[in-house]
């Protein structure tokens, strides 16, 4: 069992960045991959990236903006988001997978998802 808790969430200004943070405990987090999504009202939850062994992968709507990272020594998964938008308000989640890279493309659906975070409000005041 793994318990993935998000932090970093808050209101800031359109233009500004954030940077949330997803600290797992229960298992080493290097034995998963961890994914970001995000959920806006009356949206259904969309992937925005993920970061697995050898790199990460972004949202094609929200590349140039994002930065994904890990360390594994804390235990934790960072996202940072700049150029923060309106559009960007939501409940942004993060998750763990297990994943093998063979015979199969890198997690980035929710289903593939089988540890979840509670979520942190980012709301962007424009």
């Known amino acids: 069992q793994v318990q993935l808790v998000e932090s970093g969430g808050g209101l800031v200004q359109a233009g500004g960045s954030l940077r949330l943070s997803c600290t797992a405990s229960?298992?080493?987090?290097?034995?998963?991959?961890m994914g970001w999504f995000r959920q806006a009202p009356g949206k259904e939850r969309e992937f925005v990236g993920v970061?697995?062994?050898?790199?990460?992968r972004y949202a094609d709507s929200l590349k140039g903006r994002l930065t994904i990272s890990r360390d594994n020594a804390k235990n934790t998964a960072y996202l940072q988001i700049n150029s923060l938008q309106a559009a960007d308000t939501a409940v942004y989640y993060c998750?763990?997978?297990?994943?093998?890279?063979?015979?199969?493309?890198?997690?980035?659906?929710?289903?593939?998802?089988?540890?979840w975070g509670q979520g942190t409000q980012v709301t962007v005041s424009s």
């Open positions: 970061t697995y062994w050898s790199g990460t």
């Open positions: 229960g298992r080493p987090l290097n034995a998963f991959v």
């Open positions: 998750a763990a997978a297990t994943w093998s890279p063979f015979g199969s493309t890198v997690p980035v659906t929710t289903g593939e998802y089988m540890y």
